[in-house]
């Protein structure tokens, strides 16, 4: 995926924990092993991480792991299967797909959210299916939650959801419960394992989804949940298929165009991106999906 053209940790108690002591107390390694590790450490005057690969002891996605467990940031196990392997920014933030999403985020946080404009919702668009505008969205939400951004994903689209599927999330009221008036923010689901994150499912498929989302309530949501959270990213349906994603940028004030490799029609998307700014939609940037 290309790129549009940290925080601390959250105590200092987290950080006080060692990456032996870590990776003892979750089984990766025995305590004989970690006292091994620590005689060659001290002997050679390096770092445990080196030691313990030098050793063969340890591979790089445990001391990874032990690292992101020590700055208190948010990362999934190989082998939680309860989500899906598309959250690659949960189960390999460490990879070139999660550097990638990190530089996005950068991007973002300089161009739409920052505190001086109080600008917190975006929404993520595409002209067609499978362009992996959900991909993208689920993704830049966990990075912004790795940030320590309090970070809202909500599922808009009310014709082809994803997102409860990603992040194998339970029943909820969901975004067509919300705006049937059948419930309010609190549908929003935490996101075990990942800190700082919620979703919003896009909840029962409803007869009327382009007049739901017109709605005045959609807007008052929005609003709410800028309220709320730091971030709030808006997932669409494809935008040449539908109205949808135009109704949901213009309620959201911003986009983001999510276009890919070897697929997307040049045209298609320059007709989007005309449509959506013509509507007074700010269009902060455009991805590549090349994955």
């Not at 105590?11 to 005689?39: C, H, M």
């Not at 797909?97 to 505190?115: I, K």
């Not at 007049?211 to 730091?230: H, I, P, Q, S, V």
Request: no cysteine; aromatic share 6%.
């Amino acid at each position: 995926m290309n790129t549009m053209a940290d925080t601390p940790a959250k105590s200092a108690g987290a950080v006080a924990r060692t990456i032996g002591d870590i990776l003892v107390s979750t089984g990766r390694l025995s305590a004989e092993n970690a006292q091994r590790i620590l005689e060659k450490a001290q002997k050679d005057n390096t770092q445990f991480g080196d030691a313990a690969l030098a050793l063969k002891l340890l591979k790089r996605e445990d001391i990874d792991f032990a690292l992101s467990q020590q700055f208190d940031y948010s990362y999934l196990l190989d082998n939680d299967t309860s989500r899906s392997p598309e959250l690659v920014a949960a189960y390999k933030p460490f990879s070139r797909v999660g550097e990638n999403l990190r530089a996005v985020r950068s991007q973002l946080m300089l161009r739409w959210f920052n505190n001086e404009n109080a600008h917190k919702v975006v929404a993520m668009v595409s002209p067609g299916r499978g362009e992996g505008r959900s991909f993208v969205a689920a993704n830049l939400a966990i990075v912004f939650s790795q940030q320590g951004q309090r970070t809202l994903l909500i599922d808009a689209n009310l014709r082809n959801a994803r997102q409860h599927q990603l992040f194998g999330l339970g029943k909820s009221a969901g975004l067509s419960g919300i705006l049937a008036d059948r419930a309010g923010l609190e549908a929003a689901l935490p996101v075990h394992g990942i800190d700082d994150l919620m979703v919003l499912p896009a909840g029962a498929v409803p007869p009327n989804p382009q007049e739901l989302l017109g709605r005045a309530a959609f807007g008052t949501l929005l609003k709410a949940a800028a309220d709320n959270f730091d971030v709030v990213i808006v997932d669409t349906p494809a935008g040449g298929d539908y109205a949808d994603a135009e109704i949901i940028s213009a309620a959201a004030g911003a986009a983001v165009l999510v276009t890919r490799k070897n697929q997307t029609r040049v045209p298609e998307a320059a007709q989007l991106s005309r449509r959506l700014q013509d509507g007074g939609v700010v269009l902060v940037g455009s991805i590549l999906n090349d994955d």
